[in-house]
């Protein structure tokens, strides 16, 4: 009896993942955060691939330049390159910043990945950490969490901008 469960489960779990992959896992519609956001269409297990990022490969260089002016949607490729995954690229390009999100990027079968990195509720916004750091533009969060940091900075960068501030506010 334990086996005959333990194989039915498997081949629920078999079936649950065939069906996510038939179906899109993410709808692209209004956001509170920010205009157009992406959500979550099914519920989504932790470590699942939900959309590709698309874009054209840049030279690092040009994607310090294109943050520098404002850009949000410059993504680290490797050591050499950059992608530019602005939205016409790709409906990716939509996803959010969260203080405390529940995606991540990550890089699988020689692309970029938005991937969810705890289990997500369908309708819940699907949200990554922009991670920006103290040389890159970086503006304002609106994710609306309780224990929002405030501005889209990096965690790391928080302790270097309050000496700055310290010393500029003396």
Request: proline fraction near 6%; include cysteine.
């Amino acid at each position: 009896l334990v086996k005959n469960s333990k194989m039915r489960s498997i081949k629920e779990r078999k079936e649950q993942i065939k069906l996510q992959r038939r179906k899109r896992l993410w709808q692209k519609r209004r956001s509170p955060i920010n205009g157009i956001g992406l959500f979550a269409a099914l519920p989504i297990g932790a470590g699942t691939p939900i959309i590709e990022f698309k874009g054209r490969l840049i030279t690092w260089e040009e994607g310090a330049v294109m943050l520098l002016r404002g850009a949000n949607h410059v993504i680290k490729f490797d050591a050499n390159h950059d992608m530019d995954a602005r939205p016409q690229w790709s409906p990716a390009g939509h996803v959010n910043h969260g203080c405390y999100p529940n995606c991540a990027i990550k890089k699988k079968r020689g692309g970029l990945w938005l991937t969810s990195i705890r289990p997500i509720e369908q309708g819940e916004e699907l949200l990554i950490d922009y991670d920006f750091d103290l040389g890159e533009e970086f503006g304002p969060c609106r994710c609306g969490h309780p224990r929002c940091r405030g501005l889209m900075l990096r965690r790391k960068d928080w302790p270097k901008l309050r000496r700055i501030m310290s010393k500029v506010f003396k």
